[in-house]
């Protein structure tokens, strides 16, 4: 952590943003005074970085902490969602649909990003899916508001600081309008959600306007996202990997996508494809993936898959990019189930239960299919009432009850 300029040290400001998080008026005033004189620290490792004192006064003048993002860098929903009801919402028979029609609607533009960087058309409209719903969700917090106040409070300042020049960077350089600069609480932005820094190495200009822009430009954001997998070690033709059948007994210690073995040592030790046939002949390396256990499904994974991870170093987002690239191929849902017996919703069946909870009186807001803390506060009063386990979650048996009680 650089100590230009930073006046207080790093658990004093953690420990304002912990009682701000309470709402307190008094330390919600410390907190702000702390970002101000955080932020005067900044600005000389801004102009350091590169940055001009007129673009980092200009941006930064009127900003203020956004605290509740500090409270979201533990709890990304890659990590904490149960990988079945976060499949769910990700693949399902709208995302895949409308994904159908975008390959359509693109053909030309993707035709031409396949060409440059060798990058087929379904991963790279699986990713633009998976990241903002082919642009419906961007995010909308200022990036610079998010940006500065992770700079400033909580942990990986050093890494947010990083960002946060970046981010004046790319408004000086003119690629996006102040205004349109808004995104993930983290700072990601655009169709498919790059960070400042990774759009600085990676983005292009693919429409040839001067002017690299994710946000107003699909055909940028398509092959921006088509050079991210490349120089990620994307291989044109490599499958990302496949469903697999375990053979009884298998010892699975030491599964995991970087334990890669030959295919023919696969194939040797048992493991068919998911509808028993031979897995492919050949060297290619792979390693077995068990995302819930040996009980659910498994993958044998190349590094295309390692590729997908890198986008967002979730091996739960990966498959979510690679089951969706394959659907919009026209392939199938995974042969065998989540090891669950309440498995997860789609976004309609998600919209449907809100709706119900609705009817009930709940005030949640829009049924939107998001599941925020009002709809798992209303799921955990019904749970209650119709003597279900109270957990929140919202599956399939909360929704079949509430089905059968709305038509009662």
């Given at each position: 952590m650089s100590s230009v300029g930073f006046p207080m040290r790093?658990?004093?400001?953690?420990?304002?943003?912990?009682?701000?998080?309470?709402?307190?008026?008094?330390?919600?005033?410390a907190a702000d005074a702390a970002f101000a004189a955080c932020l005067a620290g900044l600005r000389a490792e801004a102009v350091e970085k590169g940055v001009a004192v007129a673009t980092f006064d200009a941006h930064t003048a009127g900003l203020v902490p956004d605290i509740e993002v500090v409270g979201f860098l533990d709890a990304q929903p890659e990590f904490v969602t149960p990988i079945w009801d976060y499949m769910a919402g990700l693949v399902d028979a709208e995302r895949i649909a409308d994904g159908r029609a975008l390959l359509s609607q693109w053909a030309p533009v993707l035709a031409r990003v396949e060409a440059e960087y060798a990058v087929d058309a379904a991963t790279v409209v699986a990713v633009w899916g998976v990241e903002s719903n082919y642009g419906r969700n961007f995010g909308e917090r200022p990036l610079l508001g998010s940006l500065s106040t992770l700079s400033c409070f909580g942990r990986r300042q050093a890494?947010?600081?990083?960002?946060?020049?970046?981010?004046?960077?790319?408004?000086?350089?003119?690629?996006?309008?102040?205004e349109r600069l808004a995104g993930s609480?983290?700072?990601?932005?655009?169709?498919?959600?790059?960070m400042p820094s990774t759009f600085m190495r990676l983005a292009v200009d693919f429409d040839g306007d001067g002017r690299r822009d994710l946000i107003d430009s699909?055909?940028?954001?398509?092959?921006?996202?088509?050079?991210f997998l490349a120089r990620a070690g994307w291989r044109s033709g490599q499958p990302w990997g496949f469903e697999v059948r375990l053979p009884r007994g298998l010892d699975t210690a030491g599964s995991g996508r970087r334990n890669k073995r030959p295919m023919a040592e696969w194939r040797a030790r048992g493991l068919t494809r998911s509808d028993g046939s031979a897995l492919p002949a050949g060297d290619l390396a792979?390693?077995?993936?068990?995302?819930?256990?040996?009980?659910?499904?498994?993958?044998?994974?190349?590094?295309?898959?390692?590729?997908?991870?890198?986008?967002?170093?979730?091996?739960?987002?990966?498959?979510?990019?690679?089951?969706?690239?394959?659907?919009?191929?026209?392939?199938?849902?995974?042969?065998?189930?989540?090891?669950t017996d309440d498995p997860g919703l789609s976004r309609a069946e998600r919209r449907e239960l809100q709706?119900?909870?609705?009817a009930r009186g709940h005030d949640i807001g829009a049924a939107d299919g998001m599941i925020g803390a009002r709809t798992r506060e209303a799921l955990r009063r019904v749970q209650a009432e119709l003597g279900l386990s109270v957990d929140g979650r919202a599956g399939q048996r909360v929704l079949n009850v509430l089905r059968a009680a709305a038509a009662r």
């Open positions: 790093r658990t004093a400001l953690s420990a304002l943003v912990s009682c701000a998080l309470l709402q307190v008026p008094a330390v919600a005033l890494f947010f600081r990083g960002e946060f020049f970046t981010a004046l960077k790319i408004l000086e350089e003119g690629h996006v309008a102040p609480w983290a700072g990601a932005f655009g169709h498919t959600q790059f699909v055909p940028d954001a398509l092959a921006s996202t088509a050079h792979a390693g077995l993936l068990l995302p819930a256990g040996r009980e659910g499904p498994a993958f044998l994974v190349t590094r295309n898959f390692d590729a997908l991870y890198s986008y967002n170093a979730a091996e739960s987002y990966a498959l979510a990019i690679a089951h969706l690239s394959d659907r919009l191929r026209g392939g199938a849902a995974f042969a065998a189930p989540w090891p709706l119900l909870l609705i």
